[in-house]
C-alpha cells in the first residue's frame, strides 16, 4: 500500500522535475533561438519598435532584399568587415589562456592540497581577495606601464593578464579537486622513491584529467567573453572576437551595423555547440571525480 | 610538503598574481589616498571651425612645477574614502541631525551616490545568490533524472546564457523586453496593462535586473550540481530507500548534504560576482535606476577626465564589502582546514 | 621601432592600400591640386573677427565658396612614422586610410581605430616616444590630452606644410593650434512635415512652439508619445541639459575659475523645460540613446525629435523605415528657448591632433598624411558620411539640421579642462528629477555637491 503511494509520488516528482527542466530549457534556450532566427533579417525587422512581429515576417527584409531571409549581416561581418581575422585572434587566446591556466593552476592547486602548513590557507584567502578587485580597476592601471614598455597590443600580454586574473578561480578550483584524490595515492610513490614532482607526474596527473577539463570549460568561458581586458589591451590587429563585435555596435554618433553584431554571435556560438557535446561526457565525470569542495 | 617543494609548485602562479594582481593593487592602495596637485587655471582665447570663445586651459609650465615637487599629487590621507561620493561621513551627520524622522534621513542617505549602489548591490546579491543556487539545484536534480541520451543538448542549451558574449545577449534581451518587444508586449499582454513598461519603473528595473542575473548564472551553479550529483554514494541512497525514504526524502536527507560542499563553493563564487555586477546596468541602460559599487568605478575610469582616485577608493571599498560577505563561509573553510590539519 | 615597421605595416588589415599596390610610388591623385581660391573670399580668412560670422555662415550651402586650398603636403612621404589612434567610424576609417595611402616605402603605418580610444588615449600619448603619432579627437576629448600637454601646437608644421589650410579647420587655444578639424555635429530637431500639416501647424522654431505642438499632436490624437530626445541617464542627459542651459544664455563656471554655477535659475527653467519636453516623450525616455531614438523615429512612432546630425544620412537613406516617414522627415535647426538668440545646442567638431612626445620627423610625416587624409579626394568620394569642413564638400540635406544650427549661432561645446567632470555629474544627477523622485533645486545642488567634489580631486578647486 504504501509503496504504491511511494511510486505515484515519485511519479509526480518525474513529471514535476520534467517539466521544470522543460521549462528551463525553453527560458534558457529561447533568446538565443530568436537571436538565431532574427540574424537572418534586416535591423529594422529584428530591432522593431514599431511592431516585434516585424521579426517573424520580415516585412523589411522582403522589401529590402526581396524575400524573407538574408545572409547579409553574415555576409558583411564575415567577409566584408573580416570577422574571421578577430575569430582566429580568439582561438589563440583562449587556447593559450586555458592551456597556461590549468598548468600553472594545477601545479599550484596540487601544492595547496598538499601542504598542510598554515600559510597554505593564508594564500587561498589571498587569493580569494585578489579576485575581489573589479578587473576594470586593474585594467587601467596596466595601461600606462604597458605603454611605457612597450608591452600594449600584443597578443601574449592580453593572454597573460587574462591568466593572471583567472588564477584566483583556478586555484580555488583545482585545490578543491585536489583535496579529493586520496593522499596515499602520491605518498606511496614517494616511498617508493619518486620525488614529490616525479609523483605528481606519473601518478597524479593521469587521474587529474577530469577535474582539469571541467576547471578549463570555465577558464575557457572568462578568455572567451572577456571584453575589459580585449577591449583594452590589444591593437586593432590583434583584436578579438568580443571587442569586434562592440564596434559594430555603433556609438552616439554614429550609426552601428548592429545586424553584423547579431551575425557574429551566432556564428562564434556554433562551434561552441560542439565542444560542449564533444566534452560534456569529461565536464560531468570531471566534476565528478573531485567534487569541488568550499 | 616541505617548504621548498611547495614553493617551486606555486612559484609560477603566484609570480603571475603577484605581479598582475598584488602589485596593481598596492598601486591603488596608494593612489586613493592621494588627489591630484593643484592645476593653474589661466584664461584663454580659443578659436575653432565655430568661432572664438572665452575659455580656460591648464598653464602646463606652473602645473609642471607642482607636479615635479610632488609626483604623486597632495596626500590626503583617507579624506577621498569619506568624501561625499564615497562613505560621505559628514553628509551622513548632517543628515542625521537634520533630519526629523528616520525616513527623511533615509532619504537623504539613498541621495547620496555609494550608498544608493550600496542598496542595489545589496538587495541583488542577496536576491540572486539564493535564487542561482536553488535554480541551479532543481535544474541539476531534473537533468539528472533524464534518459542519458538527453543529456547532452540539455547540458548544452542549460549553458547558452553563460556562453552568448553578455554584451549581446543583454543588448538582444533589452529589445525583446521593450514595450514593443517580444517578452515586453506579451507581459502587456498577460498581465493586461497596455501601459506595462519594465524600462519605466524603477521597481521593474530591479525586478528585470536580477532576474537576468538569475538566469545568466544559473548554468554556472547547475554545472557544479550537476557533476556533484553523479558521486552520490549509491550504497547510501540504496539504503535510504530500502528504509522506505521517498524520492524526497531522500534528496533531503542523502543528496543535500552530500552537495554541501559545493554549495559553500558556489555561494563563494556567486556573492563575489553578484557584489560586483556590471555588465547587465550597461546592458540594460539601467543607470536611471540601478547603480552598483563596479558601475561606480567604471563611471569615475570612462569620462573624459578619469578620476583614478575616487575609482581606486571604490575598489578598496568594494575589496572590503566582498571580505565582510564572505567572512561568514571563510571562518567555515579556516575550521575545515584546521581539523584537516590535525 | 623599426623593427616593427614593415612587419607592422602589413599586418594592416583593411585600410593599408600601399601594402596591395606595387611599392614605393603611391601616388596620391588629387591631394596635390590647387583649388583656386574664389575671389572676394580670400580676404576673410586671417581677420578672426569678422570671420567668425561669416566663417559660421559658410557651414551651411556656401561650403564651396570659402577659400581653401589643399596643402603643399606631399605624398608619398618618404620617412618617418604615421601612427594613428582613432573612434570607429565610417568616416574616420575613410580618413585614416587615405592618410595611409600616403606612406611611402619604409614609413610605418599604424592604425588603431577602437571604439575604447578616449580611454586609452592619454595613456597611449604619454610615454617618449609615445605609441600614437597622432589621436583624432573631437571638442571634448582634445581636453585631457591638453591637461596633460600631450599634443603640440601644429603652428609651425601648418606653415612648413599646409599654409593654405583654411582657419575654417583650426582649432586654436590661447593662440596656437592644437587640433585640425575636419568634420561637424551638432543635436537639432528632426520633424515630421506630414504631421505638422495635420495639425495645422509651422515647423517649431522655439521651444515654446515645439511645446505647443506636441499638445496639437496628442490632443489631435495622432501619436501617443511623439516626442523624443536622447536621454539616456549618463553622458547623454548631461549634453542634453548643457544644451538646454546654453539656450538659456546660462554660464556653468563662475568666469575664470572652476566653480560651478549652475544651482540657480537657469538651471531651474532648463529642468523644467527638460521635464515638459519629456512628459511627451515615452515613458522608458530615460534609457533613450542615439540607437534607440533612430528607431523610434525610423518605426513613424515619433513627430519631433532632437537628435544628433550624423544620424540623418541613417534616417534618410531608403533602408529601415516606410517612404512615408523617410519623404516627410525634415532636418532643421535646434530651436531656441525662452525668448533667447542662440539654438538651444552645442557644436561639435572632430579633428586630428599631433602627439608631443614624437620625434620632429614623425610628427611632419603623420601630419602630411593626415592632411591628405582629410583632403578634397576623401571628402568627394564621402559626401554622405560625415558633415565635413572642407570646399570640396557638397552638403546634402542630412547636413542641413547641422548647418542650419551653426548659421543660428549656436555656441561649440565648451573646451573646458574641467568640462568633463561636469557633464559627468549632470549626467548621473539630473535622473532622479525627471523621475519625479526629486526636486529641481535638490537635483542642481546634487550635481554642484558632485562636481565639487570630483574637481577638487583632481585639484580643479582647494
Same mark, same amino acid.
Given at each position: 500500500m504504501s509503496s504504491v503511494t511511494a511510486q505515484k509520488r515519485s511519479q509526480t516528482l518525474v513529471i514535476v522535475s520534467t517539466t521544470l527542466v522543460v521549462i528551463w530549457l525553453i527560458l534558457a534556450a529561447f533568446p538565443f533561438l530568436w537571436t538565431l532566427w532574427g540574424s537572418f533579417k534586416v535591423q529594422a525587422d529584428f530591432f522593431s519598435k514599431a511592431d516585434w512581429t516585424n521579426a517573424l515576417t520580415g516585412t523589411f527584409t522582403e522589401q529590402a532584399t526581396g524575400s524573407a531571409f538574408t545572409g547579409r549581416a553574415y555576409y558583411g561581418a564575415w567577409v566584408q568587415e573580416e570577422f574571421w581575422l578577430a575569430a582566429v585572434n580568439t582561438v589563440i587566446v583562449v587556447f593559450c589562456v586555458v592551456v597556461i591556466s590549468l598548468t600553472l593552476g594545477t601545479l599550484g592547486g596540487y601544492a595547496l592540497a598538499r601542504s598542510g602548513y598554515r600559510y597554505a590557507f593564508w594564500l587561498l584567502m589571498v587569493a580569494l581577495v585578489f579576485r575581489a578587485m573589479p578587473h576594470i580597476t586593474l585594467v587601467s592601471g596596466y595601461l600606462l606601464p604597458f605603454f611605457e614598455w612597450n608591452l600594449w597590443g600584443h597578443l601574449p600580454t592580453s593572454i597573460i593578464v587574462l591568466v593572471a586574473i583567472n588564477q584566483p578561480f583556478t586555484l580555488w578550483m583545482l585545490h578543491s579537486f585536489f583535496l579529493n584524490i586520496p593522499k596515499d595515492l602520491d605518498e606511496s610513490a614517494m616511498v617508493d622513491g619518486c620525488t614529490r614532482f616525479e609523483a605528481f607526474r606519473h601518478v597524479i596527473i593521469p587521474v587529474m584529467w577530469p577535474g582539469v577539463i571541467t576547471t578549463g570549460l570555465f577558464s575557457f568561458l572568462l578568455a572567451y567573453n572577456d571584453f575589459a581586458v580585449t577591449a583594452m589591451l590589444l591593437s586593432q590587429d590583434n583584436q578579438t572576437m568580443v571587442p569586434k563585435v562592440a564596434s559594430f555596435l555603433g556609438s552616439t554618433f554614429e550609426e552601428g551595423n548592429v545586424m553584423f553584431a547579431v551575425a557574429s554571435v551566432v556564428s562564434a556560438t556554433a562551434p561552441l555547440f560542439v565542444l560542449v557535446l564533444f566534452f560534456q561526457r569529461q565536464i560531468v565525470s570531471g566534476l565528478t571525480a573531485g567534487a569541488v569542495k568550499g | 610538503m616541505p617548504h621548498r617543494t611547495f614553493l617551486w609548485f606555486i612559484l609560477p602562479s603566484l609570480a603571475a598574481m603577484i605581479l598582475f594582481i598584488f602589485f596593481p593593487i598596492i598601486s591603488v592602495v596608494i593612489q586613493s589616498l592621494y588627489v591630484e596637485h593643484e592645476q593653474v587655471v589661466i584664461t584663454s582665447e580659443n578659436c575653432g571651425p565655430f568661432g572664438c570663445q572665452t575659455e580656460t586651459t591648464v598653464d602646463l609650465e606652473a602645473t609642471q612645477e607642482l607636479r615635479d615637487a610632488q609626483p604623486l599629487g597632495r596626500f590626503n590621507g583617507l579624506g577621498t574614502y569619506v568624501n561625499r561620493g564615497h562613505l560621505a561621513t559628514q553628509e551622513l551627520a548632517t543628515a542625521w541631525a537634520e533630519s526629523e524622522s528616520l525616513g527623511a534621513f533615509w532619504g537623504q542617505v539613498m541621495n547620496l551616490p555609494f550608498y544608493r549602489a550600496l542598496a542595489f548591490t545589496l538587495t541583488y546579491t542577496f536576491v540572486c545568490t539564493p535564487l542561482v543556487l536553488g535554480l541551479g539545484l532543481a535544474i541539476a536534480l531534473g537533468v539528472n533524472g533524464l534518459p542519458r541520451v538527453f543529456r547532452g543538448p540539455t547540458i548544452f542549451f542549460s549553458l547558452l546564457p553563460m556562453i552568448v558574449t553578455p554584451l549581446i545577449g543583454s543588448l538582444i534581451l533589452f529589445w525583446m523586453i521593450d514595450a514593443e518587444g517580444i517578452i515586453g508586449k506579451s507581459l502587456q499582454v498577460l498581465l493586461d496593462d497596455p501601459e506595462l513598461s519594465l524600462k519605466a519603473s524603477p521597481t521593474l528595473t530591479w525586478i528585470t535586473l536580477i532576474i537576468y542575473g538569475v538566469w545568466s548564472s544559473a548554468p554556472f551553479a547547475f554545472v557544479i550540481f550537476y557533476a556533484g550529483l553523479q558521486t552520490v554514494p549509491g550504497e547510501t541512497l540504496e539504503a535510504a530507500m530500502i528504509d522506505g525514504a521517498s524520492r524526497w526524502e531522500r534528496i533531503r536527507y542523502v543528496v543535500i548534504p552530500h552537495l554541501a560542499p559545493l554549495a559553500v563553493f558556489v555561494t563563494l563564487i556567486q556573492l563575489m560576482d553578484n557584489f560586483k555586477v556590471f555588465e547587465p546596468i550597461v546592458g540594460f541602460s539601467a543607470e536611471a535606476s540601478a547603480q552598483s559599487l563596479s558601475w561606480i568605478i567604471y563611471n569615475d575610469l570612462r569620462?573624459?577626465?578619469?578620476r583614478f582616485g575616487s575609482a581606486a577608493a571604490t575598489s578598496m571599498l568594494t575589496i572590503i564589502g566582498v571580505a565582510i560577505l564572505l567572512s561568514p563561509v571563510l571562518i567555515r573553510t579556516w575550521r575545515d582546514f584546521n581539523r584537516k590539519r590535525v | 621601432m623599426t623593427s616593427r615597421m614593415l612587419a607592422n605595416e602589413c599586418k594592416l588589415r583593411r585600410f593599408d592600400l600601399a601594402c596591395l599596390r606595387p611599392r614605393g610610388r603611391v601616388t596620391c591623385g588629387s591631394g596635390h591640386k590647387q583649388i583656386a581660391p574664389l575671389p572676394g573670399v580670400r580676404g576673410q580668412q586671417g581677420d578672426m573677427g569678422t570671420m567668425m560670422t561669416l566663417r559660421l555662415g559658410a557651414?551651411?550651402?556656401?561650403?564651396?565658396?570659402?577659400a581653401a586650398t589643399t596643402a603643399i603636403a606631399s605624398c608619398p612621404i618618404e620617412s618617418g612614422s604615421i601612427r594613428v589612434l582613432s573612434n570607429e567610424f565610417g568616416a574616420l576609417r575613410a580618413v585614416n586610410a587615405a592618410a595611409a595611402d600616403c606612406a611611402g616605402e619604409g614609413v610605418e603605418v599604424v592604425l588603431n581605430q577602437t571604439t575604447e580610444h578616449r580611454d586609452l588615449q592619454v595613456a597611449a600619448l %604619454?610615454?617618449?616616444?609615445?605609441?600614437?603619432t597622432s589621436a583624432v579627437v573631437a571638442n571634448s576629448s582634445i581636453v585631457p590630452l591638453m591637461n596633460e600637454g600631450l599634443i603640440r601646437p601644429l603652428d609651425d608644421l601648418i606653415a612648413e606644410y599646409a599654409p593654405d589650410l583654411p582657419k575654417l579647420n583650426q582649432v586654436s587655444v590661447g593662440g596656437n593650434v592644437m587640433a585640425i578639424a575636419f568634420m561637424a555635429n551638432a543635436q537639432h530637431l528632426y520633424v515630421r512635415t506630414d504631421i505638422l500639416e495635420q495639425v495645422g501647424k509651422e515647423i517649431p522654431t522655439t521651444y515654446e512652439e515645439v511645446l505647443d505642438v506636441l499638445a496639437a499632436i496628442e490632443e489631435a490624437g495622432i501619436m501617443e508619445h511623439p516626442f523624443a530626445m536622447? %536621454?539616456?541617464?549618463?553622458w547623454n542627459l548631461g549634453e542634453e541639459f548643457i544644451n538646454m542651459y546654453l539656450g538659456h544664455g546660462g554660464e556653468f563656471f563662475k568666469p575664470g575659475t572652476a566653480e560651478v554655477a549652475i544651482n540657480n535659475e537657469t538651471g531651474l527653467k532648463t529642468l523644467e523645460m527638460l521635464a515638459a519636453l519629456n512628459a511627451y516623450a515615452n515613458p522608458d525616455f530615460l534609457t533613450f540613446d542615439s540607437n534607440a531614438t533612430q528607431a523610434l523615429w525610423e518605426s513613424g512612432e515619433l513627430a519631433v525629435a532632437y537628435m544628433w546630425g550624423s544620424r540623418g544620412g541613417g534616417m534618410l537613406d531608403d533602408e529601415g523605415s516606410t517612404p512615408e516617414v523617410v519623404n516627410n522627415t525634415k532636418l532643421v535647426a535646434a530651436p531656441t528657448v525662452d525668448g533667447g538668440s542662440l539654438p538651444a545646442s552645442t557644436l561639435w567638431w572632430d579633428g586630428f591632433t599631433i602627439a608631443k612626445n614624437i620625434s620632429d620627423k614623425d610628427a611632419a610625416a603623420t601630419f602630411q598624411a593626415m592632411v591628405h587624409g582629410i583632403g578634397p579626394a576623401t571628402v568627394e568620394a564621402n559626401q554622405s558620411e560625415a558633415v565635413w569642413l572642407s570646399s570640396a564638400y557638397q552638403p546634402g540635406p542630412q547636413a542641413e539640421g547641422v548647418s542650419a544650427t551653426a548659421q543660428a549661432g549656436a555656441k561649440p561645446y565648451p573646451m573646458l579642462p574641467y568640462m568633463g567632470l561636469l557633464h559627468t555629474a549632470l549626467g548621473n544627477e539630473l535622473s532622479a528629477f525627471l523621475q519625479g523622485q526629486e526636486s529641481a533645486e535638490q537635483a542642481l545642488a546634487d550635481v554642484e555637491a558632485a562636481y565639487t567634489e570630483a574637481a577638487r580631486e583632481q585639484g580643479f578647486l582647494q
Open positions: - | 569620462g573624459d577626465t578619469q | 557651414l551651411s550651402t556656401a561650403f564651396a565658396a570659402l %604619454t610615454p617618449n616616444p609615445a605609441e600614437y536622447n %536621454t539616456k541617464t549618463g
